[in-house]
């Protein structure tokens, strides 16, 4: 009897819970990643808001400088308590090719949202989370299953 040859299954996502690179498990990085992702949001809100109402900046100038302190912010806490991670040069870059991405994504979103909702008293924070939820959601998976397992 010969055996049928196989072909190479397709690379499939990990089912099991193993740690983003670091001893900390699943839940407490959610829980913390959203912990600093709330900080974070603040400190890009707030000064999103400032920047655009207070000081007339343009609005993808305001949220392009709001963006990048909140993930400067972000990116420092969750390397080092939500990941526990080293500093590490190459996942350095991996992190500011991200957050180029998330960054195109964001401001992108955030413009769209706030120009295709009525004008109301409502429209800057709803735009802003909704762009602020994607980039996030996008963060964490790419975070924890690449960024964080670089050695």
Known sequence: ???????????????????????VD???????????????????FGLYTLLFKVFGLPLPVAKSISFIAGTTTAYLIN??????????RNRFIAVILLY?????????????CYYALPDQWWRIALAFCIAQGTAT???????????????
């Open 1 to 23: 009897m010969t055996a049928e040859p196989h072909l190479p299954l397709p690379p499939e996502l990990p089912l099991i819970d193993e740690p983003g690179g670091t001893d």
């Open 26 to 44: 699943l839940k407490t990085q959610i829980i913390r990643f959203g912990l600093t992702g709330g900080l974070s949001a603040i400190v890009d």
């Open 79 to 88: 390397r080092r308590w939500t990941f526990k991670a080293e500093p590490n």
């Open 100 to 112: 180029a991405v998330t960054f195109a994504l964001q401001v992108g979103i955030n413009q769209l």
């Open 137 to 151: 959601v996008i963060n964490f998976i790419v975070q924890r299953m690449v960024i964080f397992k670089i050695n």
